[in-house]
């Protein structure tokens, strides 16, 4: 636990984020309090206000630096399509399932805590950089075909992102193997090949 001279050295803004990103997953997004996320930074339940509007806001920057790094690990992953799009596409699906395992408290704080993204400019920015990187990805994806054939670089995007979370939402939290012997990325991956084999985006 961070002790109360984690202030006075000008880091309590993070270590409040820290403790309420441990809590959200422990607890879930809606449980936790700004009074525990104080007493886990090692301050007093008034100075999380010298940082934070209220729980809304501390809960928003969880969010936001977990979208930030959510996209990098995304860009990371695709590597500007790099040997071929397709297997750059794949890898990304697997990093999307790993941030989900390594950071649930991001995660959680992202996608399942209720957050008004639209009313955050920079929860915002960040939420549509990590969308970016799957849009550039399906666009690459889709130069093999001819203009008038390709998809919307954007519902492509949009269908693997509702993909994955439903993967990490079904398959990916509790004992491995309790609701289904295959494993999450195998069936993350066998479902992006069906889907972009439907769409023309690769070979039989």
Do not use: C
Not at 44 to 49: D, G, I, L, T, V
Not at 93 to 106: N, T, V
Not at 184 to 194: G, V
């Amino acid at each position: 636990m961070p002790d109360r001279k984690t202030y006075h050295h000008g880091n309590l803004r993070q270590a409040l984020v820290d403790a309420t990103a441990a809590l959200i997953q422990e607890t879930g997004p809606l449980a936790f309090t700004l009074t525990e996320a104080a007493r886990r930074a090692g301050v007093s339940p008034a100075a999380p206000y010298r940082h934070f509007k209220g729980r809304d806001d501390l809960l928003e920057e969880v969010a936001r630096q977990g979208f930030v790094d959510f996209a990098e690990r995304l860009d990371r992953a695709f590597d500007q399509g790099r040997p071929l799009p397709l297997t750059a596409f794949m890898r990304m699906g697997q990093a999307y399932l790993d941030f989900a395992a390594e950071r649930p408290g991001h995660y959680m704080a992202m996608f399942e805590s209720g957050v008004s993204i639209a009313g955050n400019a920079d929860l915002a920015a960040a939420s549509d950089q990590a969308q970016r990187v799957l849009i550039q990805a399906a666009e690459a994806m889709s130069m093999r075909l001819p203009a008038a054939h390709r998809p919307p670089a954007r519902m492509v995007a949009n269908h693997i992102w509702a993909m994955s979370h439903g993967v990490v939402e079904l398959f990916s939290r509790g004992k491995p193997g309790s609701r289904s012997p295959v494993a999450p990325s195998e069936m993350l991956e066998s479902a992006a090949i069906i889907y972009l084999r439907g769409l023309g985006l690769m070979s039989e």
